[in-house]
Nanobody
Framework: QVRLVESGGGSVQPGGNLRLSCQVSGAAVNVRCMGWFRQPPGKEREGIATITPRGGHIDYADSLKGRFAISRDNTNHMLYLEMHDLEPEDTAVYYC?????????????????WGQGTPVTVSS
């Protein structure tokens, strides 16, 4: 079993930055693909970024490349998402997730474990 707890969400003005964190605990956390996803109000969940166990391969949703950065700290069992130049369209609940395998995919249905989510609101 894997437990994921996100933190760092909140309200920010357009153009601002936020750093989301995800504390990961449980079985074999350092050998799992990890990812960040988000669900805007009234919309379906979408993939943001994934990172392989040792960080050797990272994928981003095309629309978010350049503004978002995923990273992981396997020593401390943490996953991070740096978000820059935030826009109102980035308003969503943000989730971290883990797969039962090392290979990554941006498809949410392929992830087995999920955090409770942390809300981000971008508004002036």
């Amino acid at each position: 079993q894997v437990r994921l707890v996100e933190s760092g969400g909140g309200s920010v003005q357009p153009g601002g930055n936020l750093r989301l964190s995800c504390q990961v605990s449980g079985a074999a956390v350092n050998v799992r693909c990890m990812g960040w996803f988000r669900q805007p109000p009234g919309k379906e969940r979408e993939g943001i970024a994934t990172i392989t166990p040792r960080g050797g391969h990272i994928d981003y949703a095309d629309s978010l490349k350049g503004r978002f950065a995923i990273s992981r700290d396997n020593t401390n069992h943490m996953l991070y998402l740096e978000m820059h130049d935030l826009e109102p369209e980035d308003t969503a609940v943000y989730y971290c997730a883990a797969r039962s395998r090392a290979a990554c995919t941006l498809v949410s249905a392929n992830f087995d474990y999920w955090g409770q989510g942390t809300p981000v609101t971008v508004s002036s």
